[in-house]
């Protein structure tokens, strides 16, 4: 593509700042929450995963594209992200896998990009002023016009969109993670045992479902607004609680499900989103970050262990309301001390801030599925004991 080819893009955050770059992508104009990414690699993974749904994603990673899109590495069934933003962009891209080039991709699902713009100077201000919306356009190059548009969207806090990524239906997922990418192959074997997993879908990432499956869980994924009754008449062996977009304090109906599963003690497992709604559950409350985390080398642990984790969240729990009587601390996020884990005091119930399913970054947090499954064994070890 030659630069006489490009079409003029506009960017302007709420704050009156305008950068000015092309159009990748679709054309037309997109609003969201601005945030950054730090990760080197997995755009793809990133723009399918349904937490960023609302959000436009600035890629500090100066270009973007060079090993195209392919049909296995997407988190979700589409770019759930409402724009990106680069630095730079590859039209040509390079690698067996690859089946489409990354602004073809967007371009086919009306996802608009913009490029040429100093990611690290846009960084830095979302850094220090803090995330803020934002909007891109194809249409609008007046810079005041588009302002105005921005300044009417709502905020990101208070927003529930977990209803815009949540499943429609029930269904069952029982694909694991393929074997020559499995990089714990004598552990997820399992020996041959089933367990029954309820997975709440607030929003989930495939990667999430891979894992539960490698280490031999049957998924059944339900809708957000599934009653605690009709996921209890699965009769699961543990209830997870998926990722997902939005403000968890909105969420009220996700709340109040998991308040009422408490009660039937079942291991539980929570992951970002699910992690901040057990909070909520438990009577905790959450608060928005400054910028949030968004990146593939997030430190978390508490004394001696730390684990470098993948990480996409704008809220967090108050370590202030947490009910210290049932629940503690697990993980601190290792930068800015933020609750990163938490875990019940007397039973197998534990979520965390972070992504150890990973995909795309680090694999050290794998073995928080290996504890769900160890949980749920030695439950229903006991149940048959008990049987006998
Ligand atoms: N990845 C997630 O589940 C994100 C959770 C929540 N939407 C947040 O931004 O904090």
Redesign the pocket.
């Known amino acids: 593509m030659s630069l006489s080819d490009a079409i003029p893009a506009l960017l302007v955050l709420a704050d009156g700042t305008a950068y000015r770059g092309w159009s990748f992508g679709a054309t037309g104009t997109t609003i969201g929450e601005v945030v950054f990414n730090t990760g080197m690699t997995g755009y793809q993974e990133v723009l399918t995963?349904p937490?960023y749904c609302g959000q436009i994603v600035i890629f500090t990673y100066p270009e973007l594209g060079n090993t195209g899109v392919n049909p296995e590495d997407e988190e979700s069934l589409r770019p759930q992200a409402r724009g990106a933003i680069a630095r730079n962009i590859c039209h040509k891209p390079s690698n067996w896998r690859s089946a489409q080039s990354l602004p073809e991709y967007l371009k086919q699902h009306q996802v608009p990009g913009i490029y040429g713009i100093d990611t690290r100077a846009l960084t830095r201000k979302i850094r220090m002023f803090g995330a803020m919306n934002g909007g891109i356009s194809t249409e609008i190059l007046d810079e005041a016009e588009l302002l105005e548009q921005v300044q009417g969207f709502p905020n990101?806090a208070g927003l529930n969109?977990v209803k815009e990524v949540s499943t429609p239906q029930v269904y069952e997922w029982s694909e694991p993670t393929i074997p020559d990418w499995e990089f714990n192959q004598e552990n997820v074997t399992n020996g041959g045992e089933t367990f029954t997993v309820v997975a709440i879908d607030?929003?989930v990432k495939r990667n999430i479902l891979r894992r539960l499956a490698s280490y031999g869980c049957r998924v059944i994924v339900v809708p957000v607004n599934t009653p605690a009754e009709e996921i209890l008449s699965y009769n699961p062996d543990g209830i997870f609680l998926?990722?997902?977009?939005?403000?968890?304090a909105a969420v009220t109906e996700g709340i109040a499900t998991v308040k009422t599963l408490l009660e039937s003690q079942k291991p539980m497992f929570g992951?970002?989103?699910?992690?901040?709604i057990l909070g909520h559950a438990l009577g905790a409350e959450?608060f928005k970050?400054k910028f949030?985390h968004r990146g593939l080398n997030q430190p978390a642990g508490l004394q001696r262990r730390i684990e470098i984790t993948s990480?996409?969240?704008?809220?967090?729990i108050n370590p202030d309301t947490l009910p210290q009587a049932v629940v503690e601390i697990s993980h601190l996020n290792l930068n800015d001390r933020t609750v990163a884990g938490v875990r019940h005091k007397s039973l197998p119930i534990f979520s965390v801030?972070y992504?150890p399913e990973a995909s795309p970054g680090p694999h050290d947090a794998d073995y928080l599925f290996e504890q769900f499954v160890q949980a749920m064994r030695s439950l229903s070890t006991v149940t048959n004991a008990e049987v006998k």
Not at 242 to 248: A, K, V
Not at 271 to 276: A, E, N
Request: contains cysteine; glycine residues 16%; aromatic residues 6%.
């Open positions: 995963d937490s990101m969109l607030f929003g998926s990722n997902g977009p939005g403000d968890p992951i970002c989103m699910g992690h901040q959450t970050l949030g990480q996409n969240h704008s809220f967090a801030q992504h």
